[in-house]
T-cell receptor, first 107, second 117 residues
Framework: QQQVKQSPQSLIVQKGGIPIINCAYENTAFDYFPWYQQFPGKGPALLIAIRPDVSEKKEGRFTISFNKSAKQFSLHIMDSQPGDSATYFCAAGELSFGAGTTVTVRA | GAVVSQHPSRVICKSGTSVKIECRSLDFQATTMFWYRQFPKKSLMLMATSNEGSKATYEQGVEKDKFLINHASLTLSTLTVTSAHPEDSSFYIC?????????????FGPGTRLTVL
């Protein structure tokens, strides 16, 4: 049973574009929503995380938008660079992961 | 930040042999570690939760006699794939955390690529 639904499965943008990844959850008990970045052949690494008491969080070029009433949250990558090409996973709580989104940023 | 290491990073073995993968928290103590399996272009599949000093808790569908987990100290958990078969070939990732009272974050190891011939 997948508790977190993530979309799209993959996306391609040009350098400088803003890839947006969306996630939705069901369990309102979740109070921690991290995003992980994973490069091929490597383990995931925490990118940015948010709690439901705020609607937006920015760290560098990465922004999380959180809509508590809709039980949705999204990741925006501003001014994307080829080095941002990776798979991104959202999560709700500690152990409920989305299916992942492969982002390709073309130069 | 907290660092988690895994050893080996890659292993190739013959069918029927056993393989041990180590997961270490290098700069913090981890009472709980998690083991995941990841297929190509797929999400992380939680296999088991490893608790220091007690038996691991396995997720539904994961054979505990095939995937032996030992968490003998606060910095080391091991996963042993017993009598490995080609279908066990996968990317195995461990994580440690969260650190109680400090963060909800899990810290992932770099993963171990297992290939069973």
């Amino acid at each position: 049973q997948q508790q977190v639904k993530q979309s799209p499965q993959s996306l391609i943008v040009q350098k400088g574009g803003i890839p947006i990844i969306n996630c939705a959850y069901e369990n309102t008990a979740f109070d921690y929503f991290p995003w992980y970045q994973q490069f091929p052949g490597k383990g995931p690494a925490l990118l940015i995380a948010i709690r439901p008491d705020v609607s937006e969080k920015k760290e560098g070029r990465f922004t999380i938008s959180f809509n508590k009433s809709a039980k949705q949250f999204s990741l925006h990558i501003m001014d994307s660079q080829p080095g941002d090409s990776a798979t991104y996973f959202c999560a709700a709580g500690e152990l409920s992961f989305g299916a992942g989104t492969t982002v390709t940023v073309r130069a | 930040g907290a660092v988690v290491s895994q050893h080996p990073s890659r292993v190739i073995c013959k069918s029927g042999t056993s393989v041990k993968i180590e997961c270490r928290s290098l700069d913090f103590q981890a009472t709980t570690m998690f083991w995941y399996r990841q297929f190509p272009k797929k999400s992380l599949m939680l296999m088991a939760t490893s608790n220091e000093g007690s038996k691991a808790t396995y997720e539904q569908g994961v054979e505990k006699d095939k995937f032996l987990i030992n968490h003998a100290s606060l910095t080391l958990s091991t996963l042993t794939v017993t009598s490995a078969h080609p279908e066990d070939s996968s990317f195995y990732i461990c994580s440690a955390g969260p650190l109680a009272g400090i963060t909800d974050t899990q810290y992932f190891g770099p993963g171990t690529r297992l290939t069973v011939l």
